[in-house]
């Protein structure tokens, strides 16, 4: 039988874990369970519930610094951020809304976006939740208190593990306390669309803009038949497929840099600009992946270098009848399918022939049980993440089987 | 250090040999006593060691198979960039090799259209924004010995600068490398593209200062040069008053190119050597670098032009042409060589603290100052709060090297105590290495040295850096470091 166990504290936090290393016992780990269904099942009857471990430890909006328990929501984190006109950069999006039916805004806690590494359309100016992660405490699989880094903005003080624990999907230890950078909200915003249905020509148009001195902080392509579902009424009277491209910044620079953009672009197609609330709207449907969410058919992100993102997503709408959208300027690709073939050959076939990753974000259980759902590294680096995971939680006690058979020690899964 | 390995120095001839077969190329192999010499220390001149022998690799095939050699054989490796290092992560030891990685000195790829460039270690981190200037791009990280050091090293210390603060270190522009495992196996971890698979090891690898492995080629992310940028020169009465306003322009949403802070000693001696004309009856000096659009500097300048006055600037100034912006910067960028002017040996601290901490520190130095009897300058990334505290001493003068160590140390302390940390930028290496009980705990520090033993569990790779002495990883492997010391005596420990 299912038995939870929800420290309150983080020395209870090291009771638990004592107790699951000392009895053998493997723990499922959870936050508010938003993202359970990302990856591969865990192979454990007894979880391990974090929701009770919140609250904010110190918010320092001068220092752009925030640390928190680790099973503090989101929606308290952003509403607080808010409050005071600050943002996590990386714009993480409302991930499990993509995962299931009916999430509110901003499910989820710090603990699972860290585990998981997440992060929205600015990661290509601003970079992933790894680059806003100061510092962590935790216990690891070893029941042992750790902690790295700090809560200072430049810091080289020994081995730089919060980027370790950032995306390991609590495989080498539990945090319990997570420290950020946070930074303002940009003055303006401004969204300049341009008609494009033709993919490749979207990609192309995005490594333009990209490569010129405009310091965009998105950049999207959405294609026809999906631009209705961004809830932004400009994008969809424009009748085609999109390229959107976000500007911020103090007011005078992004209006300068609007125009700029428009007139290197203006071979493409016509062009429509989103202010503020709208290019708001807009992106934080980007960040949602809002055209592919809802919980129903399979789900790709593909990742690549982000000049090869028109040719792939071209590719992979051509040869699986999938729908697709790009973000991050090219370098991430989702590819929804309908049905229950998840067509993993052909899609990883194609990821790997532009040395793009492909990773199954969404489909029933079965099928993610059945194949590897992260992209499988190469033997000489899956033996060091297997002795990683094994020098950090000798007895695979924590989420089992979670990343799949290549990372974990062999019997894991 | 850890005690040289007896049985290593009898091989020796035979390491040389060895090294020979595998890279037969002239002057590949550097064993003479006076070619030797200048390796036997990085930018940490303070610690000098000759290094058993010197072997320059030119391609990842040679360097693999050095490194499999000293796996098999049991030999330890220290590997080198260009040797600007701070914090002496490249002080060779007697008994191991010495990898000098200055022959990868090439640039591979410029890939345009992703904004990536591929580089092998040796070339200069000023060396890739001159191979992409000519297209008005260029490389962020700028480390003040940017000229000099490599991106190898800059990737072995995540390396920063005075433009960490808007565009990050560098883990946060390298996008890839190609690294070898002490066991010769080479590694690829990351690309063009923004992911990889599996755990970050491409963000471990960033600032692990040569003990995870050797780095043999580097994909970095390059961005368009702004079009503008203009400076600002805001003095103030007191250091606390300059660290406001330091907190008032950042928590107002702007953030600076650069921003960086002088105290009174440093400015006297900066403006003695290169007469930038910075006031000399201002107790802290900022200099504010704005860039972007020349729309958005101009009006960038204006707001922070105002929350300098309102934070009672009693000095401001704005650079009026490139040249005016350069003979700003001029001072700051010639701190350390103006401070060597007025004293004969100096060491740089490096620790990073809360901003808010800032005027309380400065105080708190100046009492150590007081305490140890040697001098200190202060010139700091004020944007994040990074301290580069200039000691000043006399090497000739018996002790005073000492003192110097324990006034630093004691800085190093400080920062800690107010929440800060003890590099922000040079690396711990041999410098600061017995400092870490300061901000780690046992247990913290095993975790760091359970991934190292991930890497190399025979800790071959540069020993006697960054873990504390005899806090080897030794202890690990079941065994107890005083177990091991009782049952293998001739063991080295560190």
């Given at each position: 039988m299912?038995?939870?166990i ?7 936090l090291?009771?638990a874990?004592s ?7 493997p ?11 990302y ?12 929701s009770k471990?919140?609250?904010?430890m110190?918010?320092?909006p ?7 328990r ?6 308290e984190i ?14 993480p999006g ?23 590494n997440l992060?929205g ?7 992933a ?14 029941a ?28 080498l ?11 303002p909200r940009d ?10 249905d ?6 192309r148009?995005?490594?333009?803009a990209?490569g010129?001195?405009n ?8 294609a ?28 005078p ?14 071979d493409?197609?016509?062009s429509?600009?989103?202010?503020s609330?709208n ?9 949602d ?42 370098a ?13 050959d ?15 974000v ?5 099928i ?8 499988a590294?190469?033997?000489a ?6 002795r990683?995971?094994?020098?950090f939680?000798p007895?695979g006690?924590l989420?089992?089987g979670?990343i ?10 | 250090?850890p ?17 020979r ?14 070619q030797?010499?200048p390796?036997?220390c990085?930018?940490?001149?303070a ?27 049991k ?6 960039g260009?040797?600007?290092g ?10 191991a090799?010495?990898i ?11 890939d345009?259209d992703?904004r ?21 791009f260029y ?6 010995s ?5 991106i190898?090293?800059n990737?072995a210390?995540?390396?920063?600068g005075?433009h ?16 070898v ?34 780095v ?7 961005l368009?040069?702004?079009e503008?940028?203009?400076?600002l020169?805001?003095?103030f ?37 290169v007469?930038?004309?910075y ?15 020349k ?8 707001r922070?032009g ?5 934070c009672g600037a ?5 650079s009026?042409?490139?040249d005016e912006?350069?003979l700003f ?24 603290i ?5 005027a309380?520190?400065?105080?708190g ?5 007081q305490r ?14 990074n ?19 324990a ?7 400080l920062?800690?105590e107010?929440?800060g ?11 600061k ?6 901000m780690?705990?046992?247990d913290?520090m ?8 991930a890497?190399d569990?025979?800790e ?8 504390p002495?005899l806090h ?10 005083r177990e091991?010391?009782?049952k293998f ?6």
């Amino acid at each position: 039988m299912t038995e939870v166990i929800s420290p309150a504290t983080p020395e209870q936090l090291r009771e638990a874990i004592s107790w699951a290393l000392g009895s053998k016992t493997p723990l499922e780990i959870i936050g508010s369970g938003s993202k359970k269904t990302y990856g591969h099942s865990v192979a454990a009857d007894h979880v391990l519930d974090l929701s009770k471990l919140s609250g904010i430890m110190f918010y320092e909006p001068e220092e752009l610094v925030m640390s928190v328990r680790a099973g503090t929501s989101l929606a308290e984190i952003h509403a607080l951020l808010s409050d005071k006109n600050q943002q996590f950069h990386f714009e993480p999006g409302n991930f499990p809304g993509l995962l299931a039916d009916g999430v509110t805004d901003h499910a989820g806690t710090i603990g699972g976006l860290v585990a998981s590494n997440l992060s929205g359309p600015r990661r290509i100016k601003v970079g992933a939740a790894r680059d806003h992660l100061l510092g962590f405490e935790a216990i690891s699989g070893r029941a042992e208190d750790f902690k790295s880094g700090g809560r200072v903005m430049k810091n080289v003080t020994g081995f730089d593990l919060s980027k370790l624990m950032a995306g390991s999907f609590g495989t080498l230890g539990v945090m319990h306390t997570i420290t950020m950078k946070v930074m303002p909200r940009d003055e303006k915003t401004r969204t300049v669309l341009i008609a494009c249905d033709d993919i490749e020509s979207a990609g192309r148009a995005m490594t333009r803009a990209m490569g010129s001195e405009n310091e965009v902080s998105a950049a999207a392509w959405i294609a026809r038949e999906q631009v209705g579902m961004l809830g932004v009424d400009i994008a969809t009277g424009i009748g085609a497929g999109i390229v959107a491209l976000r500007l911020e910044g103090p007011a005078p620079s992004v209006a300068w840099r609007c125009e700029a953009l428009r007139k290197l672009l203006a071979d493409i197609g016509t062009s429509e600009e989103l202010h503020s609330t709208n290019s708001h709207v807009f992106w934080r449907s980007v960040a949602d992946v809002a055209p592919f969410a809802g919980g129903a058919g399979i789900l790709w992100r593909v990742s690549a270098a982000p000049a090869s993102g028109g040719a792939i997503a071209s590719k992979l709408a051509a040869e699986t009848g999938g729908k697709v959208m790009m973000d991050w300027a090219g370098a991430q690709i989702w590819l929804q399918l309908a049905g229950r073939d998840a067509m993993a050959d052909k899609v990883r076939d194609i990821a790997v022939s532009y040395d793009a990753r492909a990773v199954l974000v969404r489909a029933p259980e079965d099928i993610r049980n059945q194949m590897s759902v992260f992209h499988a590294e190469d033997a000489a680096l899956a033996r060091i993440n297997a002795r990683i995971r094994e020098n950090f939680d000798p007895e695979g006690i924590l989420n089992p089987g979670r990343i799949g058979q290549m990372l974990t020690k062999q019997g894991d899964a | 250090m850890p005690e040289p390995d007896q049985s290593t120095l009898a091989r020796r001839k035979d390491i040389i040999a060895a090294m020979r077969d595998i890279v037969p190329n002239e002057g590949g192999v550097i064993v003479d006593e006076d070619q030797l010499r200048p390796y036997e220390c990085d930018g940490l001149m303070a610690y000098r060691q000759l290094p058993m022998i010197v072997v320059l690799p030119e391609n990842t095939g040679q360097v693999a198979a050095i490194l499999k050699y000293c796996h098999t054989h049991k030999i330890r490796v220290v590997p080198r960039g260009a040797g600007t290092g701070l914090s002496g992560g490249a002080l060779p030891m007697a008994d191991a090799i010495t990898i000098s990685m200055m022959k990868f000195n090439r640039v591979l790829d410029i890939d345009w259209d992703n904004r990536a460039v591929v580089v092998q270690p040796g070339v200069t981190n000023l060396g890739i924004t001159r191979a992409v200037e000519h297209k008005g791009f260029y490389y962020a990280p700028d480390p003040s010995s940017q000229i000099a050091c490599s991106i190898g090293g800059n990737i072995a210390e995540n390396s920063g600068g005075v433009h960490s603060l808007k565009y990050g270190l560098t883990t946060n522009n390298v996008l890839g490398v190609e690294m070898v495992t002490i066991e010769g196996e080479i590694l690829r971890v990351g690309g063009k593209g923004p992911d990889q698979s599996g755990y970050d090891l491409l963000g471990v690898i960033t600032g692990s200062e040569g003990l995870l492995g050797i780095v043999t080629e580097v994909t970095v992310r390059i961005l368009r040069k702004p079009e503008t940028a203009r400076a600002l020169l805001l003095g103030f009465n007191s250091s606390e008053e300059g660290g406001n306003c330091v907190a008032r322009i950042i928590a107002d949403g702007i953030i600076p190119g650069g921003l960086e802070m002088m105290d009174a000693p440093a400015i006297k001696a900066t403006e003695d050597f290169v007469h930038a004309g910075y006031p000399l009856d201002v107790e802290a000096l900022l200099l504010v670098e704005l860039d972007g659009p020349k729309v958005e500097v101009d009006y960038l300048i204006e707001r922070v032009g105002a929350i300098a006055r309102e934070c009672g600037a009693v000095y401001s100034r704005i650079s009026e042409s490139e040249d005016e912006r350069l003979l700003f910067w001029s001072g700051r960028k010639n701190a350390f060589p103006a401070i060597g002017r007025i004293s004969p040996d100096y060491i740089c601290m490096d620790g990073t603290i809360p901003r808010r901490r800032l005027a309380e520190v400065l105080t708190g130095m100046q009492v150590l100052s007081q305490r140890h009897g040697l001098r200190v300058a202060n010139v700091f990334h004020a944007g994040d709060g990074n301290l580069h505290p200039l000691i000043m001493f006399d090497a000739n003068q018996p002790g005073e090297l000492e003192r110097a160590e324990a006034f630093g140390a004691d800085i190093l302390k400080l920062c800690v105590e107010v929440g800060g940390v003890l590099s922000g930028e040079h690396g711990i290496g041999v410098e600061k290495r017995d400092l870490m009980p300061e901000m780690f705990t046992e247990d913290d520090m095993k975790h760091q040295e359970r991934l190292k033993l991930a890497f190399d569990e025979d800790e071959l790779l540069n020993p006697g850096k960054v873990f504390p002495t005899l806090h080897g990883c030794g202890e690990l492997k079941t065994l107890h470091a005083r177990e091991v010391a009782d049952k293998f005596p001739d063991i080295p420990r560190f």
